[in-house]
């Protein structure tokens, strides 16, 4: 979830806050208890600058088993960094442009997985129409025209030109709330040659503005798709947010190579 940006700078200007999003950097989805473990404060405080955090859109939280995992969130920090930094440093600053760190160590029983939510002023069947129109994908999915014919079972592919990039299968579709498919990326004879992943769309509407929640997931490990993808999302979301909201394409600078 993206807040104003007062509030990203509000939370990021507590030390406590900042060792919370440096924890989750070092390893994604831990649970209170052991966020707790790396603050010299109570149960209590610790949750407190959870919230701040979440309420910033900085960190979100699922629910894995009967636990509540916590999430880095790299979309606010990559609109400050569009914002900003794209337009005058791109070239020097890229490699420090993504705080989502691939998953060194992984609790027990918790799979790896990437977890966003943005808030874009728009409907939701606009947005949904971003999502699955080729018109649009084609202004914000590093170039891509998506193709399907948004049936379940049915095939969706991204193409660049006349190449298939991303070949994925609907797995479920309610328009204009959710939709969930496989993930192959099949430029990469490696990454082709992986069991598919899974990402899911969520759209909720919140007033004037809807909540998107997109998870990847179903990884068998970290594999090199995981890797891959963990910085392109926050790239593409920014992209679509930024798409909706003026109108106009996002510029970040030099062109990215295709992650997903």
């Not at 979830?1 to 989750?24: G, I, K, Y």
């Not at 490699?95 to 874009?120: D, F, N, S, W």
């Not at 797995?171 to 939709?179: D, G, T």
């Amino acid at each position: 979830m993206v807040a104003p940006m007062d509030e990203v700078f509000r939370a990021l200007a507590d030390p406590s806050r900042r060792l919370l999003l440096d924890t989750l950097f070092e390893r994604d989805g831990q649970s209170l208890v052991e966020l707790q473990a790396h603050l010299p404060m109570s149960r209590f405080g610790v949750m407190k600058h959870l919230r701040v955090l979440e309420a910033a859109g900085l960190v979100t939280a699922r629910k894995v088993g009967r636990e509540k995992c916590h999430y880095l969130n790299p979309v606010p920090i990559r609109l400050i960094h569009d914002r900003w930094i794209s337009r005058y440093a791109e070239p020097m600053v890229a490699q420090l442009t993504a705080l989502k760190a691939h998953l060194e160590e992984q609790p027990m029983g918790v799979p790896p997985r990437h977890v966003y939510e943005i808030l874009i002023r728009t409907t939701p069947e606009r947005l949904w129409r971003a999502i699955t129109d080729p018109a649009d994908t084609q202004l914000y999915y590093y170039g891509t025209k998506v193709q399907s014919d948004w049936k379940p079972g049915s095939r969706l592919v991204y193409l660049e030109g006349d190449q298939v990039t991303l070949d994925c299968r609907i797995v479920e579709i309610e328009a204009p709330h959710r939709l969930v498919h496989t993930f192959t990326m099949v430029y990469d004879p490696e990454m082709a040659a992986e069991r598919p992943s899974r990402v899911s769309w969520v759209i909720e509407k919140q007033g004037e503005v809807c909540r998107l929640t997109l998870v990847h997931d179903d990884f068998d490990g970290e594999t090199k798709t995981y890797r891959e993808v963990e910085h392109g999302w926050a790239e593409i979301l920014s992209g679509l947010k930024t798409l909706l909201e003026t109108g106009q394409p996002l510029h970040v600078g030099e062109e990215a190579e295709m992650p997903a």
